[in-house]
């Protein structure tokens, strides 16, 4: 490479180097370009507004928000809620029941009573009859479940982050987990052993001890409950108690309530790993996330649903949620997303034979009825970007996803058990019906009076029946279920129900019969013969007994009627909206812990996470990240054209240049990939590393090559404007140019001031240092406007040029004149803009003259090594130089020679003055007087011009006297003219010496 091009080389490399630098710098912040600092606020403005996915019609959010906590209780609610919200979407039509709530541990049973109301503070009157019912909330959860058959709960599993480092813990912790696994080895062996003996077995202080002991309990607990279930599966707690406590296995204690949330904990995540899918590949899913614990779903909750699902979340460094894992590996088993769970149902993809690409970008799940598969792009950690939908930032205005508040549900779940306690109540008022149609009797027996209530039988004809009922649920609660038994049980139920029912009608028979009779004595009963005492008292329990039947019996089943119109009316506006959907359940209350930031919303929903993840899958629309590798090249295209764009061209055109890049990579990046091919680039990084590459480049060149340029400039500064120098020093091969003396055809411009010599001689130097200053600004300003470079003053007089080797310009002649033209303008409105001035005489007295000539002349720096200057030399020089001054003998201007005429004589109009014959030369040359643009003088000048011209031919033919005739007749109409005096003169010097025979015409000039 040539020397001269290599600070554009350095320049160049440079700038790639420190965008290398840049670009490893960014991969260091993130794992990859589009997932630093600097392009998450860009990938949220594009998820969030330039999204095109529409929103799955078939996605139902049924929200526990804030109107629905205060509605129905405080959070957490009783799993019997939870069981009948669920049991009231699945009635609704639900597809798929989607649940977002983690329920992990055991609920304590309670007493319920039909009597009992949660208002019972403000009710004074409070009264219950017979025995409260227990209420197993976790059994009536777990028989809703299986009764529905369509729900997927969510489960939480732990995996690393990719982003945690390795670090060394602190000594004291390293002692610490070291001393738990010593004690709780211990333990398992000696589960009963109490502290001091495990203390003084394991030569420890007890104080020692005592700070791990609870944590020590818990995790021989763990590792001897999974110990007896991996040698027998089938094992019972008690199995377990008689391992672990021997002789206290019936004993309740800690160590026994230790065992119990082992076993169960132990037990939830057996049956997790149990109905989880089983890879085909195992070693094609070796780059999928894998989980290091598992907190399991409730034991025994899981057999009865569709499946288990992860629902953990992983916030990028900002604590942004992007994105999710699909589908982990935890104990060799695969586990789906919630989202990805419900698509695996819904779309029946086979996630046994999911794999993923050799390349690890992308997750493939095929589908069970061989159709095609559905490919979901990975990132690097084996995440899927969330690929939110295009009214997602609308959700809480119910523009996105229909949400439904779980208030609505639950409502018809709140009446459903009024029209339940109505059912208890009908039994307690029978029971009474009964009782008061019975009567109460006595009878002697063994010497004691016995009271014999009313309706014995029928009471203990209902307390089988409710017997027979609580078992038949517990039956159906079980966690094994014995399908036998139950049926078994229903049967009975059904019996006794009849039973009860006869009874009933039995009893209301009775009463009317007993009422008759009664109504017979009182009407026959006379003064003398009144009813009894007990008849009366017997007419009035019947009356009692039939008001119970006629009037409180009928109310509750009106009521209970009337409930249930409602239940009817609620449940077919609700299965209108639910009916065939997919139903997500989850928090949407402020108060709860599921809120995450995401690119949507800050205060997002955990569960819209979810819902979008399904969304995706249902209409096959993911987001693709870019590889680093893609990243990287792209990145290394955009500044392989920033970097030698800037180390060529100056600092503002690279500027332009990158900043035009710049706008089409973000055109092309968001609106091309992400819009139209759901393309997840890097941008705002890539553009951060082009324009430093522009910096440090730009940077590089003001101290190396700019340097040199800026001396160049600096010597340009000389000749003309500083906008031109640099934009002259900006070009290769100007400074060359500069340095070599080259012959070029050029126009130079010489003019002076007349008379200023002897103006400046009358007035004070500081007048005229003024004049000559403002003078000469305007005048190089004039000639700088048409690309003339000033090659130097001359006291009042400029010497300028056209076309120099630093400044090339093929219309060169025709600048010249053009600014020739411009600069006699200039000194008129400097005359205009100086006439209130101190100045103003001196300024009204400025007549300036030009002579310009164009030829070949020699151009360059010229001068010895303590001096030099850039300039031309050659006979144009001198003749333009001399054309100057000749205008005092023509009364002209601007005079220019034959060779500018020749190259201008299209554009304007000139008086032909003479062949001129210079002082020190032999040759003639044609001069003219330019008059200006062509068009714009007036005919008589354009008239008076041709008879001048005629005038000069007459002279040129040597016709001597009709020449003088000729311009005296000029004269008379121009007395002013000195060209037409001074032909008149040479007349009449040659008819007095006449010119040899060679002579071609020529006007000669006696002065310089």
């Known amino acids: 490479m040539k020397l001269r091009n290599r600070p554009r080389l350095f320049g160049t490399l440079v700038g790639y180097a420190c965008s290398l630098v840049a670009m490893l710098v960014l991969l260091w912040l993130g794992p990859s370009l589009q997932g630093n600092f600097l392009d998450r606020p860009i990938f949220d403005w594009r998820a969030r507004d330039l999204s095109t996915i529409e929103a799955h019609p078939d996605i139902v959010h049924v929200d526990i928000d804030n109107g629905a906590i205060y509605e129905h209780g405080r959070w957490p609610w009783t799993r019997r809620q939870i069981a009948d919200l669920l049991k009231v979407i699945s009635d609704a039509g639900a597809k798929y029941v989607l649940v977002d709530l983690l329920l992990s541990e055991p609920e304590a049973p309670y007493l319920q009573d039909a009597g009992?109301?949660?208002?019972?503070?403000?009710?004074?009157?409070?009264?219950?009859?017979?025995?409260?019912?227990?209420?197993?909330?976790?059994?009536?959860?777990?028989?809703?479940?299986?009764?529905?058959?369509?729900?997927?709960?969510?489960?939480?599993?732990?995996?690393?982050?990719?982003?945690?480092?390795?670090?060394?813990?602190?000594?004291?912790?390293?002692?610490?987990?070291?001393?738990?696994?010593?004690?709780a080895a211990y333990l398992i062996k000696n589960f009963s052993a109490d502290l001091d003996t495990a203390a003084s077995a394991l030569d420890q202080q007890a104080a020692t001890i005592r700070r791990v002991w609870a944590r020590s309990k818990r995790m021989a607990a763990r590792r001897l409950v999974a110990t007896v279930l991996a040698e027998n599966p089938n094992a019972t707690l008690g199995d377990v108690r008689m391992v672990a406590l021997g002789e206290r296995a019936g004993a309740e204690s800690a160590d026994d309530q230790d065992l119990k949330v082992a076993f169960r904990e132990q037990k939830g995540r057996l049956d997790m790993i149990a109905g989880a899918v089983t890879p085909q590949h195992?070693?094609?899913?070796?780059?999928?996330?894998?989980a290091s614990r598992l907190i399991p779903i409730l034991w025994p909750l899981r057999p009865a649903l569709v499946s288990a699902a992860d629902v953990n979340f992983e916030a990028d460094e900002d604590g942004v949620v992007r994105r999710v894992p699909p589908v982990i590996v935890y104990e060799e088993k695969l586990f789906a997303q919630l989202g990805v769970a419900a698509a695996v149902e819904i779309l029946g993809l086979d996630l046994a034979e999911a794999s993923v690409t050799t390349d690890g970008r992308a997750l493939q799940l095929p589908r069970k009825d061989g159709g095609a598969e559905l490919s979901v792009p990975l990132d690097e950690r084996g995440n899927m970007l969330i690929p939110w939908t295009r009214t997602g930032k609308d959700w809480r205005k119910n523009r996105d996803f229909q949400h439904i508040t779980a208030g609505q549900p639950m409502a018809i779940a709140d009446a459903r058990?009024?029209?339940?306690?109505?059912?208890?109540?009908?039994?307690?008022?029978?029971?009474?019906?009964?009782?008061?149609?019975?009567?109460?009797?006595?009878?002697?027996?063994?010497?004691?009076?016995?009271?014999?209530?009313?309706?014995?039988?029928?009471?203990?004809?209902?307390?089988?029946?409710?017997?027979?009922?609580?078992?038949?649920?517990?039956?159906?609660?079980?966690?094994?279920?014995?399908?036998?038994?139950?049926?078994?049980?229903?049967i009975e139920f059904d019996g006794l129900r009849a039973a009860v029912a006869a009874?009933?009608?039995?009893?209301?028979?009775?009463?009317?019969?007993?009422?008759?009779?009664?109504?017979?004595?009182?009407?026959?009963?006379?003064?003398?013969?009144?009813?009894?005492?007990?008849?009366?008292?017997?007419?009035?329990?019947?009356?009692?007994?039939?008001?119970?039947?006629?009037?409180?019996?009928?109310?509750?089943?009106?009521?209970?009627?009337?409930?249930?119109?409602?239940?009817?009316?609620?449940?077919?506006?609700?299965?209108?909206?639910?009916?065939?959907?997919?139903?997500?359940?989850?928090?949407?209350?402020?108060?709860?812990?599921?809120?995450?930031?995401?690119?949507?919303?800050?205060?997002?929903?955990?569960?819209?996470?979810?819902?979008?993840?399904?969304?995706?899958?249902?209409?096959?629309?993911?987001?693709?990240?870019?590889?680093v590798s893609i990243e990287l090249l792209a990145c290394a295209l955009l500044i392989g054209l920033v970097a030698p764009i800037t180390a060529a061209r100056n600092p503002g055109f690279a500027l332009a240049s990158t900043a035009l890049l710049a706008t089409l990579f973000a055109v092309i990046n968001v609106w091309w990939l992400f819009r139209a091919h759901d393309y997840a680039m890097a941008g705002l990084s890539i553009v951060a590393?082009?324009?430093?590459?522009?910096?440090?480049?730009?940077?590089?060149?003001?101290?190396?090559?700019?340097?040199?340029?800026?001396?160049?400039?600096?010597?340009?500064?000389?000749?003309?404007?500083?906008?031109?120098?640099?934009?002259?020093?900006?070009?290769?091969?100007?400074?060359?140019?500069?340095?070599?003396?080259?012959?070029r055809d050029m126009t130079c411009y010489f003019s002076d001031l007349a008379g200023f010599t002897t103006i400046s001689e009358q007035e004070d130097a500081e007048v005229i240092q003024t004049v000559l200053n403002v003078y000469l600004e305007r005048m190089s300003e004039t000639i700088w406007s048409y690309r003339g470079l000033i090659n130097k003053f001359m006291g009042d007089g400029i010497m300028a040029i056209y076309n120099p080797s630093v400044d090339p310009l093929d219309a060169h002649p025709l600048n010249a004149c053009e600014s020739a033209l411009a600069s006699i303008q200039a000194l008129e409105s400097l005359k205009r803009e100086r006439r209130d001035t101190p100045e103003a005489r001196v300024f009204e007295n400025l007549y300036v003259r030009i002579g310009l000539a164009t030829g070949a002349c020699k151009n360059g720096d010229m001068g010895s090594e303590l001096k030099a200057d850039y300039t031309v030399i050659g006979d144009v020089v001198n003749l333009a130089a001399r054309l100057e001054p000749a205008n005092k003998v023509f009364g002209t201007q601007i005079m220019i020679s034959g060779p500018t005429y020749e190259r201008v004589r299209d554009d304007f109009d000139v008086r032909y003055l003479a062949e001129l014959q210079v002082k020190g030369k032999s040759r003639t040359v044609p001069v003219y007087e330019l008059c200006g643009r062509k068009g714009k003088l007036p005919e008589e000048q354009l008239e008076y011009i041709r008879k001048f011209e005629a005038g000069v031919e007459l002279y040129k033919t040597r016709r001597w006297d009709d020449c003088i005739v000729h311009f005296t007749r000029m004269l008379a109409r121009r007395p002013d003219d000195p060209g037409a005096a001074r032909y008149i003169d040479a007349c009449q010097e040659m008819k007095v010496f006449p010119p040899s025979d060679e002579w071609a015409g020529a006007l000669e000039l006696k002065e310089k």
């Open 503 to 627: 009874a009933q009608a039995k009893c209301e028979k009775e009463a009317r019969f007993y009422l008759g009779k009664l109504r017979e004595q009182t009407a026959n009963a006379t003064a003398e013969q009144p009813i009894g005492e007990a008849t009366q008292k017997r007419f009035d329990e019947i009356k009692a007994a039939l008001a119970i039947i006629e009037n409180d019996i009928p109310a509750v089943i009106d009521a209970s009627r009337k409930e249930q119109a409602k239940i009817d009316e609620q449940m077919a506006a609700l299965r209108a909206r639910l009916e065939g959907k997919y139903v997500f359940v989850g928090f949407a209350a402020t108060a709860q812990g599921d809120i995450v930031s995401t690119p949507i919303d800050p205060n997002t929903n955990g569960v819209m996470c979810h819902a979008n993840v399904l969304n995706a899958f249902l209409q096959n629309r993911f987001i693709t990240p870019a590889p």
């Open 282 to 290: 195992p070693q094609q899913v070796g780059a999928l996330r894998h």
């Open 689 to 743: 590393v082009m324009f430093l590459c522009w910096s440090v480049v730009t940077l590089f060149r003001q101290f190396t090559a700019e340097r040199d340029k800026r001396l160049f400039r600096g010597q340009l500064s000389q000749y003309t404007s500083p906008a031109i120098a640099a934009r002259i020093a900006e070009s290769p091969d100007a400074a060359r140019a500069f340095k070599v003396v080259q012959t």
């Open 116 to 183: 009992l109301d949660a208002q019972y503070l403000i009710d004074e009157d409070v009264e219950t009859v017979g025995a409260p019912l227990p209420v197993y909330g976790d059994l009536e959860l777990l028989q809703t479940l299986r009764a529905a058959g369509n729900v997927i709960m969510a489960a939480e599993f732990e995996y690393p982050s990719s982003r945690n480092i390795e670090k060394t813990p602190p000594a004291t912790e390293n002692f610490e987990s070291d001393l738990i696994d010593s004690v």
């Open 417 to 490: 058990g009024v029209v339940r306690d109505n059912q208890d109540r009908l039994q307690y008022l029978w029971a009474e019906a009964v009782r008061l149609t019975k009567g109460t009797t006595t009878r002697q027996v063994g010497g004691r009076t016995e009271t014999i209530v009313g309706g014995e039988k029928y009471r203990q004809l209902v307390n089988q029946m409710g017997a027979t009922e609580r078992a038949l649920r517990n039956a159906q609660q079980a966690v094994d279920l014995d399908k036998d038994r139950i049926a078994t049980l229903k």
